[in-house]
Protein backbone atom coordinates (compact mmCIF):
# COMPACT_ATOMS: atom_id res chain seq x y z
CA UNK A 1 0.00 0.00 0.00
CA UNK A 2 1.62 3.22 -0.96
CA UNK A 3 0.92 6.43 1.00
CA UNK A 4 1.66 9.89 -1.20
CA UNK A 5 2.57 13.49 0.41
CA UNK A 6 2.35 15.90 -2.89
CA UNK A 7 3.72 19.74 -2.15
CA UNK A 8 3.20 21.73 -4.64
CA UNK A 9 4.08 25.79 -5.37
CA UNK A 10 2.07 27.90 -7.61
CA UNK A 11 3.30 31.31 -7.91
CA UNK A 12 1.54 34.03 -10.18
CA UNK A 13 2.55 37.88 -11.45
CA UNK A 14 1.07 39.95 -14.52
CA UNK A 15 3.31 41.14 -17.18
CA UNK A 16 3.17 42.82 -19.99
CA UNK A 17 2.86 39.17 -21.81
CA UNK A 18 -0.20 38.02 -19.85
CA UNK A 19 0.17 35.93 -16.60
CA UNK A 20 3.32 34.86 -16.19
CA UNK A 21 2.94 31.42 -13.59
CA UNK A 22 5.30 29.38 -11.92
CA UNK A 23 4.10 25.65 -10.95
CA UNK A 24 6.24 23.01 -9.19
CA UNK A 25 4.79 19.67 -8.00
CA UNK A 26 6.69 16.95 -5.72
CA UNK A 27 5.99 13.75 -5.40
CA UNK A 28 7.33 11.81 -2.23
CA UNK A 29 5.99 8.02 -1.79
CA UNK A 30 6.57 5.19 0.33
CA UNK A 31 5.52 1.82 -0.57
CA UNK A 32 4.64 -1.06 2.54
CA UNK A 33 5.42 -4.31 1.78
CA UNK A 34 8.67 -3.47 -1.00
CA UNK A 35 10.08 -0.76 1.76
CA UNK A 36 10.91 1.18 -0.67
CA UNK A 37 10.66 5.46 -0.58
CA UNK A 38 10.91 7.61 -3.88
CA UNK A 39 10.63 11.29 -4.63
CA UNK A 40 9.80 12.38 -7.83
CA UNK A 41 9.11 15.25 -9.87
CA UNK A 42 5.63 15.51 -11.38
CA UNK A 43 5.46 18.90 -12.77
CA UNK A 44 7.53 21.84 -12.95
CA UNK A 45 7.04 23.99 -15.89
CA UNK A 46 6.54 27.81 -16.74
CA UNK A 47 3.46 29.18 -18.39
CA UNK A 48 3.39 33.19 -20.17
CA UNK A 49 -0.20 33.97 -21.07
CA UNK A 50 -3.75 33.63 -20.15
CA UNK A 51 -6.37 32.01 -21.74
CA UNK A 52 -3.90 31.62 -25.08
CA UNK A 53 -0.11 30.65 -23.14
CA UNK A 54 2.78 28.89 -23.66
CA UNK A 55 3.98 26.03 -21.58
CA UNK A 56 7.99 25.25 -20.88
CA UNK A 57 8.78 22.56 -18.57
CA UNK A 58 7.92 19.15 -17.15
CA UNK A 59 3.79 18.57 -16.93
CA UNK A 60 1.66 15.59 -18.73
CA UNK A 61 1.93 14.83 -21.78
CA UNK A 62 -0.75 17.18 -23.35
CA UNK A 63 -2.03 13.76 -25.60
CA UNK A 64 -2.48 11.62 -22.31
CA UNK A 65 -5.13 14.91 -20.67
CA UNK A 66 -6.72 16.54 -23.40
CA UNK A 67 -9.43 14.35 -24.65
CA UNK A 68 -10.11 13.20 -20.98
CA UNK A 69 -9.21 9.78 -19.00
CA UNK A 70 -12.39 7.57 -17.65
CA UNK A 71 -13.08 9.14 -14.92
CA UNK A 72 -11.77 6.32 -12.23
CA UNK A 73 -8.76 5.64 -10.50
CA UNK A 74 -7.80 2.66 -12.99
CA UNK A 75 -9.23 4.83 -15.63
CA UNK A 76 -8.07 3.58 -18.94
CA UNK A 77 -5.35 3.55 -21.48
CA UNK A 78 -4.53 6.78 -22.32
CA UNK A 79 -0.23 7.54 -22.93
CA UNK A 80 -0.86 9.56 -19.62
CA UNK A 81 2.64 10.45 -18.67
CA UNK A 82 4.52 12.90 -16.92
CA UNK A 83 7.07 14.36 -19.89
CA UNK A 84 9.36 17.31 -20.69
CA UNK A 85 8.25 19.61 -23.57
CA UNK A 86 7.39 23.28 -24.95
CA UNK A 87 3.50 23.01 -25.53
CA UNK A 88 1.24 26.13 -27.07
CA UNK A 89 -2.60 25.90 -26.02
CA UNK A 90 -5.65 28.17 -27.60
CA UNK A 91 -8.53 28.57 -25.10
CA UNK A 92 -7.24 26.87 -22.39
CA UNK A 93 -7.56 27.01 -19.08
CA UNK A 94 -4.52 26.57 -16.31
CA UNK A 95 -6.15 24.57 -13.36
CA UNK A 96 -4.05 24.06 -10.24
CA UNK A 97 -3.37 20.22 -10.83
CA UNK A 98 -1.56 21.10 -14.31
CA UNK A 99 -3.60 19.59 -16.19
CA UNK A 100 -5.57 21.68 -19.11
CA UNK A 101 -9.16 22.79 -19.18
CA UNK A 102 -10.28 23.62 -22.85
CA UNK A 103 -13.16 26.37 -22.96
CA UNK A 104 -16.32 27.08 -24.80
CA UNK A 105 -15.47 27.44 -28.58
CA UNK A 106 -12.63 26.55 -30.69
CA UNK A 107 -9.00 25.19 -28.66
CA UNK A 108 -6.72 22.95 -28.99
CA UNK A 109 -2.57 22.91 -28.74
CA UNK A 110 0.52 21.29 -30.12
CA UNK A 111 3.48 19.99 -28.24
CA UNK A 112 7.22 19.19 -28.90
CA UNK A 113 7.80 16.43 -25.90
CA UNK A 114 11.09 14.98 -25.23
CA UNK A 115 11.34 11.03 -25.79
CA UNK A 116 12.68 9.67 -23.26
CA UNK A 117 11.70 6.27 -23.13
CA UNK A 118 14.53 3.57 -21.81
CA UNK A 119 15.42 0.28 -23.83
CA UNK A 120 14.46 -2.30 -20.61
CA UNK A 121 17.07 -1.00 -17.96
CA UNK A 122 19.97 -0.38 -20.67
CA UNK A 123 20.70 3.00 -21.50
CA UNK A 124 19.04 5.32 -24.36
CA UNK A 125 20.70 8.52 -23.96
CA UNK A 126 20.21 11.68 -26.01
CA UNK A 127 19.56 15.31 -24.89
CA UNK A 128 16.29 15.88 -26.77
CA UNK A 129 14.60 13.30 -28.65
CA UNK A 130 10.89 14.64 -30.29
CA UNK A 131 7.74 13.74 -29.94
CA UNK A 132 5.08 15.60 -31.55
CA UNK A 133 1.14 16.24 -30.23
CA UNK A 134 -1.76 18.04 -31.60
CA UNK A 135 -5.02 18.25 -30.50
CA UNK A 136 -8.60 20.22 -31.44
CA UNK A 137 -11.61 20.16 -30.32
CA UNK A 138 -15.12 22.19 -29.33
CA UNK A 139 -16.57 23.02 -25.95
CA UNK A 140 -20.34 24.05 -24.98
CA UNK A 141 -22.18 24.86 -22.47
CA UNK A 142 -22.34 20.76 -20.84
CA UNK A 143 -20.01 18.65 -23.31
CA UNK A 144 -17.45 19.28 -25.89
CA UNK A 145 -15.93 17.01 -28.56
CA UNK A 146 -12.21 16.64 -28.59
CA UNK A 147 -9.60 14.83 -30.76
CA UNK A 148 -5.54 14.49 -30.62
CA UNK A 149 -2.68 12.47 -32.56
CA UNK A 150 0.61 11.85 -30.99
CA UNK A 151 3.73 11.35 -33.60
CA UNK A 152 6.39 8.67 -31.59
CA UNK A 153 9.61 9.39 -33.51
CA UNK A 154 11.44 5.94 -31.73
CA UNK A 155 14.79 7.20 -32.19
CA UNK A 156 17.01 4.37 -31.21
CA UNK A 157 14.61 1.42 -31.67
CA UNK A 158 16.43 0.83 -34.88
CA UNK A 159 15.14 -2.84 -35.85
CA UNK A 160 17.53 -5.80 -34.86
CA UNK A 161 18.31 -4.47 -31.43
CA UNK A 162 17.77 -7.37 -28.89
CA UNK A 163 14.97 -7.40 -26.66
CA UNK A 164 16.68 -9.16 -23.51
CA UNK A 165 14.30 -12.24 -24.03
CA UNK A 166 16.23 -13.71 -27.40
CA UNK A 167 14.12 -11.41 -29.55
CA UNK A 168 14.64 -8.64 -31.43
CA UNK A 169 12.75 -4.98 -30.89
CA UNK A 170 11.06 -4.18 -34.62
CA UNK A 171 12.27 -0.53 -36.15
CA UNK A 172 10.27 1.97 -37.38
CA UNK A 173 8.61 5.22 -35.76
CA UNK A 174 4.72 4.89 -34.53
CA UNK A 175 1.50 7.14 -34.06
CA UNK A 176 -2.01 7.00 -32.05
CA UNK A 177 -5.06 9.29 -31.70
CA UNK A 178 -7.92 9.35 -29.44
CA UNK A 179 -11.27 11.38 -30.04
CA UNK A 180 -13.56 11.21 -27.66
CA UNK A 181 -17.36 13.10 -26.96
CA UNK A 182 -18.71 14.36 -23.76
CA UNK A 183 -22.09 15.58 -22.58
CA UNK A 184 -23.72 16.06 -19.52
CA UNK A 185 -27.28 15.15 -18.37
CA UNK A 186 -29.01 16.63 -15.32
CA UNK A 187 -27.29 14.63 -13.04
CA UNK A 188 -25.41 11.92 -15.41
CA UNK A 189 -22.10 12.81 -17.75
CA UNK A 190 -21.69 10.60 -20.28
CA UNK A 191 -18.44 10.06 -22.14
CA UNK A 192 -17.46 8.17 -25.22
CA UNK A 193 -13.70 7.92 -26.84
CA UNK A 194 -12.39 5.93 -29.49
CA UNK A 195 -8.54 4.98 -29.32
CA UNK A 196 -6.03 3.91 -32.07
CA UNK A 197 -2.33 3.03 -31.78
CA UNK A 198 -0.44 2.37 -35.41
CA UNK A 199 2.21 -0.04 -34.00
CA UNK A 200 0.27 -3.62 -31.97
CA UNK A 201 3.40 -5.18 -32.55
CA UNK A 202 5.08 -3.42 -30.05
CA UNK A 203 5.48 -3.94 -26.29
CA UNK A 204 4.47 -1.43 -23.90
CA UNK A 205 7.90 -0.55 -22.94
CA UNK A 206 9.01 0.57 -26.75
CA UNK A 207 6.84 2.68 -27.54
CA UNK A 208 5.00 5.72 -25.58
CA UNK A 209 1.75 5.47 -26.64
CA UNK A 210 1.19 1.72 -26.62
CA UNK A 211 -2.51 0.85 -26.49
CA UNK A 212 -3.37 -2.10 -23.82
CA UNK A 213 -0.60 -3.69 -23.71
CA UNK A 214 1.47 -4.93 -20.86
CA UNK A 215 5.36 -4.98 -20.57
CA UNK A 216 5.74 -8.04 -22.55
CA UNK A 217 2.94 -8.63 -24.67
CA UNK A 218 2.06 -6.54 -28.00
CA UNK A 219 -0.76 -4.00 -27.96
CA UNK A 220 -3.85 -3.41 -29.21
CA UNK A 221 -4.75 -1.33 -32.60
CA UNK A 222 -8.41 -0.21 -31.64
CA UNK A 223 -9.64 0.30 -28.18
CA UNK A 224 -13.38 1.95 -27.43
CA UNK A 225 -14.16 3.41 -24.17
CA UNK A 226 -17.78 4.69 -22.74
CA UNK A 227 -17.83 6.15 -19.06
CA UNK A 228 -20.95 7.46 -16.88
CA UNK A 229 -20.92 9.42 -13.92
CA UNK A 230 -23.93 9.97 -11.55
CA UNK A 231 -24.11 12.53 -9.23
CA UNK A 232 -26.03 11.91 -6.21
CA UNK A 233 -25.40 15.18 -4.27
CA UNK A 234 -22.41 17.63 -4.45
CA UNK A 235 -20.76 15.23 -2.46
CA UNK A 236 -20.75 11.82 -3.71
CA UNK A 237 -20.75 10.61 -7.40
CA UNK A 238 -20.96 7.20 -8.82
CA UNK A 239 -18.54 6.48 -11.38
CA UNK A 240 -18.77 3.50 -14.29
CA UNK A 241 -15.95 2.64 -16.87
CA UNK A 242 -15.80 -0.08 -19.57
CA UNK A 243 -13.17 -0.32 -22.21
CA UNK A 244 -13.08 -2.70 -24.81
CA UNK A 245 -9.37 -3.46 -26.56
CA UNK A 246 -9.40 -5.59 -29.90
CA UNK A 247 -7.74 -8.57 -30.22
CA UNK A 248 -4.32 -8.79 -32.98
CA UNK A 249 -2.51 -11.38 -34.02
CA UNK A 250 0.47 -10.03 -31.13
CA UNK A 251 -2.24 -10.24 -28.39
CA UNK A 252 -3.93 -13.45 -28.70
CA UNK A 253 -3.32 -15.50 -25.83
CA UNK A 254 -1.75 -13.48 -24.00
CA UNK A 255 -2.33 -11.82 -20.43
CA UNK A 256 -2.96 -8.12 -22.52
CA UNK A 257 -6.44 -7.04 -21.71
CA UNK A 258 -9.88 -7.62 -23.68
CA UNK A 259 -12.11 -5.56 -21.59
CA UNK A 260 -11.93 -3.73 -18.77
CA UNK A 261 -14.37 -2.48 -16.26
CA UNK A 262 -13.67 0.06 -13.19
CA UNK A 263 -16.18 1.11 -10.63
CA UNK A 264 -16.62 3.65 -7.86
CA UNK A 265 -17.92 6.33 -5.74
CA UNK A 266 -16.24 9.54 -5.50
CA UNK A 267 -17.13 11.39 -1.81
CA UNK A 268 -16.01 14.63 -0.66
CA UNK A 269 -17.70 14.06 2.91
CA UNK A 270 -15.94 17.27 4.25
CA UNK A 271 -14.17 20.58 2.90
CA UNK A 272 -10.47 19.32 1.55
CA UNK A 273 -11.46 15.22 1.86
CA UNK A 274 -11.52 12.87 -0.69
CA UNK A 275 -12.11 9.44 -0.64
CA UNK A 276 -12.51 6.76 -3.71
CA UNK A 277 -12.95 3.74 -2.79
CA UNK A 278 -13.20 1.25 -6.67
CA UNK A 279 -13.17 -2.27 -7.69
CA UNK A 280 -12.19 -3.15 -11.01
CA UNK A 281 -12.58 -5.90 -13.38
CA UNK A 282 -10.17 -7.09 -16.38
CA UNK A 283 -10.70 -10.19 -18.91
CA UNK A 284 -7.38 -10.95 -20.76
CA UNK A 285 -6.96 -11.88 -24.37
CA UNK A 286 -6.18 -15.74 -23.16
CA UNK A 287 -9.37 -15.94 -21.45
CA UNK A 288 -7.95 -15.48 -18.03
CA UNK A 289 -10.03 -12.89 -15.60
CA UNK A 290 -8.46 -10.76 -12.71
CA UNK A 291 -10.19 -8.67 -10.06
CA UNK A 292 -8.93 -5.86 -8.10
CA UNK A 293 -9.61 -2.76 -5.85
CA UNK A 294 -8.17 0.26 -4.65
CA UNK A 295 -9.31 2.83 -1.73
CA UNK A 296 -7.70 6.31 -2.56
CA UNK A 297 -8.03 8.64 0.78
CA UNK A 298 -7.14 12.20 -0.03
CA UNK A 299 -6.31 15.70 1.37
CA UNK A 300 -6.11 19.00 0.15
CA UNK A 301 -5.04 21.80 1.81
Known amino acids: M ?6 FFDARSSSDWGTLRGYAEVELQWTSGAGESST ?3 HAFIDIGDRNFLRIGRNWSPYGVYVGPGGNIADG ?8 AVAYYFNSAQPANGNIAPGRGFSGFIALVDNELSLRGRSHTHSWNTDVEAGLGFGWDGGYLRGAVAYDSR ?10 FGGTIPGGDAWSAKLGIQQAFGAFTARLIG ?14 YSLGATSITGGSRWSILGGLDYEFSPKAKGVLTVQWFNQTVWNVGTPSARWTVAAGVDLKPVNGLRVRPEINYRNNQNNTSVWGGALRVERTF
Open 2 to 7: PARFTP
Open 40 to 42: YLR
Open 77 to 84: SYGRRSVN
Open 155 to 164: DGYGGGLPDG
Open 195 to 208: LYNSRPDLWSNEQN
